[in-house]
């Protein structure tokens, strides 16, 4: 395969996905609000980060994918919950059918997925206690998970 027919099929995997990231929650320049960042290893892939372009990025291949696909749905099926590395996250449907995600502080959750995770060991006392924003304007929280 050449680097062409690759790029094509990457093209071609992120445009079928259900999940494609925003640019709203990524440590990127952009003119609209920001909304909380995700950590770089939520969209990381093994050819690198991410590049900038959401629609040319092959989300297929990210943790923040693999989140998507073992998400919980809630009301029905409008809003997903998952779980990684000690911070909990949200989907949204964006306006274009596709979904995008985002960090959300622990106590977004709805308690009976939180009490679900807790008991299936996925969320510890220290998880609920590390990952937070430290204010209602803190937007870069769930960074420090990259140091990790």
């Not at 596709?98 to 995770?117: D, K, M, N, Q």
Request: hydrophobic residues 30%; contains cysteine.
């Amino acid at each position: 395969m050449n680097e062409a027919d690759d790029k094509g099929s990457a093209e071609c995997r992120a445009r079928t996905s259900p999940y494609r990231g925003s640019q709203k929650h990524k440590n990127r320049p952009i003119e609209t609000r920001k909304g909380t960042l995700c950590p770089e290893w939520t969209h990381r892939v093994e050819s690198g980060g991410y590049a900038g372009d959401p629609f040319q990025h092959d989300w297929t291949m990210t943790a923040a994918h693999r989140m998507f696909e073992a998400s919980i749905e809630w009301q029905n099926g409008r809003r997903r919950f998952a779980t990684a590395n000690g911070i909990a996250f949200e989907a949204k449907l964006s306006g274009d059918e596709t979904w995008h995600g985002y960090p959300i502080p622990w106590e977004s959750v709805p308690a009976e997925i939180l009490r679900s995770w807790r008991e299936e060991g996925k969320v510890s006392k220290r998880d609920l206690r590390l990952y937070r924003p430290a204010g209602a304007g803190d937007l870069h929280w769930a960074l420090t998970s990259d140091v990790a």
